[in-house]
């Protein structure tokens, strides 16, 4: 017998034959109902013991990156851009205050209304790749912890804007909270209809914008609707100071709320699988024909908005009719591409579009503006304290409004 072998029985042999096997065969999967319960039968090599992960200790540098999560940054951002934008349209003066109150009350709201949106879908969420890493899904933080954030926000938000701004203002923001929240989180895997009532609530910060310089919504018999006709339909001279009326609120409504489709939609388009996985009644997932056609309706329908609405609102010149149709145009043509094929090429490129899109016409809409005369800003003709020219106007008829209504 060769050297360094021994005598084993049959039996010994059979158990360390079995023992080998079960040291080398690959995990055994026992399926019970719907779960899955896997057992490693396979032994971790000697001395290796599972890693020890210490949880992060909340610094004030994490904790507020963990804030800026659950308030969805670029989001709130673009809210704040489209509040603020309403305080810069107003025909209506303003002052420095009124317009960072105005920026921080609207971002207090949106980021209310993100985090109770983002504690409601949690189990959502975690199903999805693009959210599965958010906060509270990867339990950064507590849910008691998100909902005190919320709360905190959502009452600091409304009461700086009463303060600083009006109370319609106010209104306006917790009714944003409320129906971001309540209505369209609760639609989600409802209905379809929860597109339409996020655009709604993308089309009330230009509103509060408006408000928060005094402006109103509604018409009365102190505060009608005025109408500016082209130049080559009337020989009058529209009144300046007749600017503010309720059409230019109308007007900014209407061109956020049908700018929400074209760039939600074909948002939703690129990441119709993961709204699929998580149960949303999403357009792009039922029907993702239509989900494209509603995006090129809306397209059309801003040309009538910015080359109609706007000019005879008084809120620009009738100029912005004629600059505004080339970023139309490129919108348009844009659209029809992801109407007429459904891809996700056209998708992609419809979105990138309504990226620069919403600045470009707001942008002209600030050149173009009724009653402002750039060059004479730029060459510091425009004195300041004076009630002489458009402003001087405007500023005149705030000071009778508030004496008449005082």
Not at 195 to 211: D, F, I, Q, R, S
Not at 242 to 266: C, I, K, R, T
Not at 284 to 301: E, F, M, Y
Request: proline share 8%.
């Amino acid at each position: 017998m060769p050297c360094g072998w021994s005598v084993v029985s049959k039996r010994t042999a059979a158990s360390l034959s079995h023992y080998h096997l079960s040291q080398t065969r690959p995990p055994r999967t026992y399926i019970t109902g719907s779960r899955q319960l896997l057992h490693a039968a396979t032994a971790e090599p000697a001395g290796a013991l599972p890693t020890f992960r210490e949880t992060p200790i909340l610094t004030p540098k994490r904790l507020l990156s963990i804030y800026a999560q659950l308030a969805k940054t670029r989001l709130t951002i673009l809210v704040v851009l489209t509040a603020t934008s309403g305080v810069a349209l107003s025909p209506l003066p303003t002052t420095l205050p009124i317009l960072l109150s105005t920026a921080l009350g609207t971002a207090l709201c949106s980021a209310s209304a993100d985090t109770l949106n983002q504690i409601q879908e949690v189990p959502y969420d975690a199903q999805m790749v693009r959210t599965r890493h958010r906060p509270l899904v990867r339990r950064a933080l507590s849910p008691l912890h998100a909902t005190m954030f919320a709360l905190a926000t959502g009452m600091a938000g409304p009461a700086l804007l009463l303060a600083m701004t009006s109370p319609l203002t106010a209104a306006i923001g917790v009714a944003n909270i409320g129906i971001y929240a309540g209505l369209y989180t609760h639609l989600k895997r409802r209905s379809i209809s929860n597109t339409w009532v996020g655009a709604v609530v993308g089309g009330l910060p230009p509103l509060m914008g408006w408000t928060a310089c005094g402006g109103k919504l509604l018409p009365t018999s102190n505060y009608p609707v005025t109408y500016f006709l082209p130049p080559f339909l009337s020989d009058i001279s529209p009144d300046i100071s007749m600017v503010d009326n309720p059409l230019g609120a109308f007007s900014l409504f209407m061109l956020l709320y049908s700018w929400q489709f074209p760039h939600f939609n074909s948002l939703s388009h690129l990441i119709r699988a993961s709204y699929a996985q998580a149960g949303y009644k999403m357009l792009s997932v039922l029907s993702p024909q239509k989900n494209a056609l509603v995006s090129l309706r809306h397209t059309l329908l801003l040309v009538p908005i910015c080359s109609i609405l706007f000019p005879l609102s008084g809120l620009t010149t009738w100029t912005f009719a004629l600059t505004s149709l080339a970023p139309n145009a490129l919108w348009i043509r844009s659209a029809t591409p992801f109407w007429r094929n459904s891809g996700e090429k056209q998708a992609r490129a419809l979105f990138h579009t309504s990226l620069w899109y919403l600045p470009l016409i707001l942008a002209l809409m600030m050149v173009h503006k009724q009653g402002v005369d750039w060059a004479d800003w730029r060459l510091g003709k425009v004195t300041e304290g004076t009630s002489e020219g458009p402003e001087g106007e405007l500023e005149n008829r705030l000071r009778q409004h508030d004496l008449s209504s005082g």
